[in-house]
């Protein structure tokens, strides 16, 4: 290599340019870009050799601000390769010109510069941290989106998406942002801690999350359902007869009992339905150690997570010509509006596309009233009025005009809206503490 090739190829890592800026980790963390929070490299992605990582492609004028986030146990210590000479602790700066981005990749498009690497080291002070598997759905404008998504909450009041594992389009944003977990289970979540918001529920231990995206500053509304990473997840655990939520883009919503065998097969009956079709089908699923869970069922995949106990299966659909949301609670056999009387929080969206943050109530006798915490149109605050809950004793579910079932511990409750009338709606609930 001549002494002008190496030091334009110096050039080309430190201030100007790169046709590709390869990014590694060293440790345990992720590497995030903090302006549009679409760039980056999770450490999933790193160690399995994605292309956002080894290449990074850089294609013009641009100013990047990567951040170096650890995870648990680990802490940052230093960036590997050419930052901004004012790039602030564990921030990198990167600025690249479009034309010497066009010069470099004509005259060296296969020169590999070396990466930017993110440095981390143990640290056994780091703040506790639990990895969840988040199945999303939403609409960018009124394109819809799905994605199954890794994401981690740190116990510092953070939380981040980190890597993903299925989606409809290549990017989402990482961007770290706060939560709060309110002692009645009422989930905050905001871009800082000064900005949190009503955003969906969690469960007094942590292992079930939803999380309702209202805010259409970025043209952009979405609704995630999560529950923690597990190690030894067994394919077994998905059996018994479910009580299903499921709602697609194409205006279709189904409530259907599906029978699962504990071996990756099973059927279901579909009860209620807003558009026409079969009224039956075959299902097959597979569960990973990890919690992750695919089932299919007539030419429809959802994916998502199961819990450990397999009471519940939270997922979206990702197809690029369809998408949607879908959950499944396994039946009981000891339920009434007795023991499932209480307050609600409910994860809310619709296909129009609309999401918000409730809360319900229902009272013994089965009378409901729920109130709009905060939606998509703006914000507001307003009651939905009542409407009548039957609870049978298998845990499903009959309104006026919805179906829907609880779980067999009654903390998590579904709602699905068939009525060709109105626009396909599910509702997750948590029950408030």
Not at 92 to 117: A, G, H, S
Not at 124 to 130: L, Y
Not at 254 to 271: S, T
Request: proline share 4%; aromatic share 10%.
């Amino acid at each position: 290599m001549t002494r002008f090739r190496i030091l334009l190829l110096f050039i080309c890592a430190t201030a100007l340019t790169a046709c590709k800026q390869p990014l590694a980790i060293e440790g345990s963390g992720d590497i995030v870009e903090l302006n549009r929070g679409e760039r980056g490299c999770a450490l999933e992605e790193f160690r399995a050799g994605w292309a956002r990582c080894t290449d990074n492609d850089v294609l013009g004028s641009e100013s990047l601000r990567y951040r170096a986030l650890p995870r648990a146990g680990w802490k940052f210590s230093h960036w590997d390769g050419n930052c901004a000479a004012k790039s602030p602790g564990q921030d990198c700066l990167k600025n690249y010109d479009k034309t010497w981005v066009q010069w470099w990749d004509d005259n060296y498009p296969d020169e590999v510069i070396p990466p930017l690497t993110a440095v981390f080291v143990p640290d056994s002070g780091a703040p506790a941290a639990v990895s969840y598997i988040a199945s999303r759905f939403g609409a960018v404008g009124r394109v819809g989106f799905a994605a199954l998504l890794d994401a981690l909450f740190q116990a510092d009041g953070s939380y981040r998406f980190t890597s993903q594992q299925a989606g409809t389009r290549s990017y989402f944003d990482r961007t770290p942002a706060s939560f709060l977990r309110q002692k009645s289970g009422l989930l905050l979540a905001g871009p800082d801690s000064a900005s949190l918001v009503p955003s969906g529920g969690a469960t007094a231990a942590g292992d079930f999350l939803t999380l309702a995206d209202t805010d259409t500053s970025d043209n952009e509304v979405s609704v995630a359902y999560l529950m923690p990473e597990q190690a030894k997840a067994q394919q077994g655990a998905f059996n018994g007869t479910y009580f299903c939520g499921h709602i697609l883009s194409n205006g279709q919503a189904l409530f259907f009992r599906a029978n699962m065998d504990g071996r990756g097969g099973g059927a279901l009956i579909v009860l209620n339905r807003r558009l026409a079709g079969a009224n039956q089908a075959a299902i097959s699923y597979r569960v990973s150690p990890d919690g992750t869970t695919t089932l299919d069922y007539a030419g429809a995949r959802l994916a998502g997570s199961l819990s450990p106990d397999g009471s519940v299966f939270t997922a979206t659909q990702v197809s690029p010509s369809l998408q949607g949301a879908g959950i499944c609670l396994r039946t009981s056999g000891n339920k009434m509006v007795g023991n499932v009387t209480g307050s609600y929080y409910g994860a809310w969206i619709s296909t129009q596309p609309v999401t918000a943050v409730t809360e319900l109530l229902l009272d013994k006798m089965g009378q409901t009233a729920e109130t709009v915490l905060r939606d998509s149109a703006g914000g507001r605050n307003y009651a939905l009025g009542q409407n009548f809950m039957l609870v049978k004793a298998t845990g499903q579910i009959t309104t006026r005009d919805a179906d829907g079932a609880v779980s067999p511990d009654g903390r998590v409750m579904f709602i699905v809206q068939t009525d060709p009338n109105r626009f396909p709606t599910l509702i997750v609930y948590v029950r408030k503490t």
